[in-house]
């Protein structure tokens, strides 16, 4: 079978922009400030920018790096440095696809949000408007809160997830070409939404407490595990690592691209774009008296606590109405660059590994996740999600890091893996030091701690909050371990096929 040529990022701006796209999500949004508000504000400010310099930067671009190196996807890649560690590379995968799974039906409902934003305007100023509006979104959901219901779907919600997959499809069609295109729209679009939102947020009554609460560090806060455990975490969900998304941009990288510069600005970037969106919700929550409402759950924020803010923004429902649409616009923007990218991550490690066309491949991967999203269309959908989500970014996305981590720290030697990262830097270089002390012992012990934490936490409670048994099994046991034991399926698959199918299993890392 002949291999199709390998597309590459036209410029270094495409590059950029695309993973900056990808690492600023739905995440920075709603979640960051929502760990901000959790934990003393400013001292998680500086415990995230800790944890970025620390370890997600490094990790960040450790990734490019290796991608750059191989042009192969994260399971190839990993073959190269060690031909017993591709099955890390496919756990990275399938823990991705899932992700990719659930996350276009969140999108979905931003789209929906957006496209009923008009329902602002009919609820302000009546006595009930708090509670109406923070009723908008479970209502067109129609969620039972729990894991029955799984018999009703909400159609609403299903034609906006065949729209979610229509537009993530469009926007990878044609690989690096289009999604070169569309990042010089939708990377921009919602900082624009953001600094609209933030003008408003910061002239409203109030907002200088919301700033204050935001920024203002309080150091009581550092003797708290979870403070450290939620920034660290935040770090590598932020940044889109540990997900097969950054080795398959790198892997589209020209020979003279200057990784450990454009690391910096990527990462550098997403704390901005994070801190804006703080920005955006603490003046906006202050403003409006809803500062001790934030929660840390995103969902929670956007869909209930932040809708009851829109309809007390101003007197007038229009206006109202006009700012719930930039708001869910904004989170669309937001949100489709990080669904893209996770299954452009996911089609590159597929399409290396057999010799397949790029474009029919991602096609394929968008059929079957989008069959298997509907699952979260139904009335349980919302509870499914929340065990799922947990489960991924919990237990299977951490166990990657800490897998990664060993590969590259342990069985392979961080100093050539740094070699690439600083092939065409100028006057900045990463240092040793800094790049191997992370890689090879903060990033492996920290995320290992978190994982032992997170299972003995799991255990303690007998499953994940109130959640049944079976449906922890199901929705989280099952799907973890067939996401582990990935890289062995597609061992036996590759042995029913026709060995020319598969191609770059005798690529080696060489200096």
Same mark, same amino acid.
Request: hydrophobic share 50%; net charge neutral.
């Given at each position: 079978?002949?291999?199709?040529?390998?597309?590459?990022?036209?410029?270094?701006?495409?590059?950029i922009?695309? &993973?900056?796209?990808?690492?600023?999500?739905?995440?920075?949004?709603?979640?960051?400030?929502?760990?901000?508000?959790?934990?003393?504000?400013?001292?998680?400010?500086?415990?995230?920018?800790?944890?970025?310099?620390?370890?997600?930067?490094?990790?960040?671009?450790?990734?490019?790096?290796?991608?750059?190196?191989?042009?192969?996807?994260?399971?190839?890649?990993?073959?190269a440095?060690?031909?017993?560690?591709?099955?890390?590379?496919?756990?990275?995968?399938?823990?991705?696809?899932?992700?990719?799974?659930?996350? &276009?039906?969140?999108?979905?409902?931003?789209?929906?949000?957006?496209?009923?934003?008009?329902?602002?305007?009919?609820?302000?100023?009546?006595?009930t408007a708090?509670?109406?509006?923070?009723?908008?979104?479970?209502?067109?959901?129609?969620?039972?809160?729990?894991?029955?219901?799984?018999?009703?779907?909400?159609?609403?919600?299903?034609?906006?997830?065949?729209?979610?997959?229509?537009?993530?499809?469009?926007?990878?069609?044609?690989?690096?070409?289009t999604?070169?295109?569309?990042?010089?729209?939708?990377?921009?679009?919602?900082?624009?939404?953001?600094?609209?939102? =933030?003008?408003?947020?910061?002239?409203?009554?109030?907002?200088?407490?919301?700033?204050?609460?935001?920024?203002?560090?309080?150091?009581?806060?550092?003797?708290?595990?979870?403070l450290?455990?939620?920034?660290?975490?935040?770090?590598?969900?932020?940044?889109?690592?540990?997900?097969?998304?950054?080795? =398959?941009?790198?892997?589209?990288?020209?020979?003279?691209?200057?990784? &450990?510069?454009?690391?910096?600005?990527?990462?550098?970037?997403?704390?901005?774009?994070?801190?804006?969106?703080?920005?955006?919700?603490?003046?906006?929550?202050?403003?409006?008296?809803?500062?001790?409402?934030?929660t840390?759950s995103?969902?929670?924020?956007?869909?209930?606590?932040?809708?009851q803010?829109?309809?007390?923004?101003?007197?007038?429902?229009?206006?109202?109405?006009?700012?719930?649409?930039?708001?869910?616009?904004?989170?669309?923007?937001?949100?489709?660059?990080?669904?893209?990218s996770?299954?452009?991550?996911?089609?590159?490690?597929?399409?290396?590994?057999?010799?397949?066309?790029?474009?029919?491949?991602?096609?394929?991967?968008?059929?079957?996740?989008?069959?298997?999203?509907?699952?979260?269309?139904?009335?349980?959908?919302?509870?499914w999600?929340?065990?799922?989500?947990?489960?991924?970014? =919990?237990?299977?996305?951490?166990?990657?890091?800490?897998?990664?981590?060993?590969?590259?720290?342990?069985?392979?030697?961080?100093?050539?893996?740094?070699?690439?990262?600083?092939?065409?830097?100028?006057?900045?270089?990463?240092? &040793?030091?800094?790049?191997?002390?992370?890689?090879?012992?903060?990033?492996?012990?920290?995320?290992?701690?978190?994982f032992?934490?997170?299972?003995?936490?799991?255990?303690?409670?007998?499953?994940l909050?109130?959640?049944?048994?079976?449906?922890?099994?199901i929705?989280?046991?099952?799907?973890?371990?067939?996401?582990?034991?990935?890289?062995?399926?597609?061992?036996?698959?590759?042995?029913?096929?026709?060995?020319?199918s598969v191609?770059?299993?005798?690529?080696?890392?060489?200096?």
């Amino acid at each position: 079978m002949s291999v199709e040529k390998r597309g590459s990022w036209a410029t270094r701006s495409q590059f950029i922009l695309a &993973a900056v796209g990808s690492a600023v999500g739905l995440g920075n949004a709603w979640r960051f400030p929502g760990l901000a508000a959790k934990h003393g504000g400013g001292a998680f400010l500086l415990a995230y920018l800790i944890a970025m310099v620390a370890i997600g930067i490094p990790f960040l671009m450790m990734e490019i790096a290796i991608g750059r190196k191989m042009h192969r996807g994260v399971p190839g890649a990993l073959r190269a440095i060690n031909k017993h560690t591709e099955p890390v590379g496919w756990f990275a995968v399938s823990n991705a696809f899932v992700i990719s799974v659930y996350y &276009a039906v969140v999108f979905a409902w931003v789209i929906l949000m957006a496209f009923a934003s008009f329902k602002f305007a009919g609820i302000t100023g009546t006595p009930t408007a708090t509670s109406d509006a923070s009723g908008i979104w479970a209502d067109l959901i129609k969620t039972t809160g729990d894991t029955s219901g799984v018999d009703t779907i909400s159609s609403y919600v299903l034609i906006c997830l065949l729209l979610a997959w229509v537009l993530i499809y469009s926007c990878i069609r044609n690989g690096t070409g289009t999604v070169g295109k569309v990042v010089k729209y939708t990377v921009f679009l919602p900082i624009l939404c953001l600094l609209i939102l =933030a003008g408003k947020g910061i002239f409203m009554s109030g907002a200088f407490e919301g700033l204050k609460q935001f920024f203002v560090p309080d150091f009581g806060e550092w003797a708290k595990s979870d403070l450290w455990i939620d920034a660290v975490g935040q770090v590598f969900y932020s940044l889109s690592i540990m997900m097969a998304i950054m080795v =398959a941009y790198g892997s589209f990288l020209k020979e003279d691209s200057n990784i &450990a510069k454009d690391a910096m600005v990527i990462a550098f970037s997403d704390f901005a774009i994070s801190v804006l969106s703080g920005i955006v919700l603490f003046t906006t929550m202050a403003g409006t008296g809803s500062l001790d409402s934030m929660t840390e759950s995103g969902i929670g924020t956007a869909f209930i606590v932040y809708p009851q803010s829109i309809v007390q923004l101003s007197d007038s429902g229009v206006v109202n109405a006009m700012f719930a649409f930039v708001f869910y616009f904004c989170l669309c923007t937001l949100a489709i660059d990080s669904a893209f990218s996770i299954i452009e991550g996911v089609s590159t490690a597929i399409s290396d590994k057999f010799g397949l066309s790029h474009k029919k491949t991602t096609l394929r991967v968008c059929i079957v996740a989008g069959i298997l999203s509907i699952w979260f269309t139904t009335g349980a959908g919302l509870a499914w999600l929340d065990i799922v989500d947990h489960w991924c970014n =919990a237990y299977s996305l951490i166990l990657v890091g800490v897998l990664e981590a060993i590969v590259i720290g342990w069985l392979f030697n961080p100093l050539r893996v740094l070699k690439e990262v600083n092939r065409n830097t100028g006057k900045f270089k990463m240092p &040793a030091w800094w790049f191997v002390i992370s890689i090879k012992i903060l990033a492996p012990l920290t995320l290992l701690g978190f994982f032992i934490w997170n299972i003995v936490s799991l255990v303690n409670n007998g499953g994940l909050y109130d959640y049944t048994i079976a449906s922890n099994i199901i929705g989280g046991w099952l799907i973890f371990g067939l996401c582990l034991i990935s890289g062995f399926i597609v061992k036996l698959i590759e042995k029913k096929i026709s060995k020319g199918s598969v191609v770059g299993d005798e690529d080696t890392w060489t200096d």
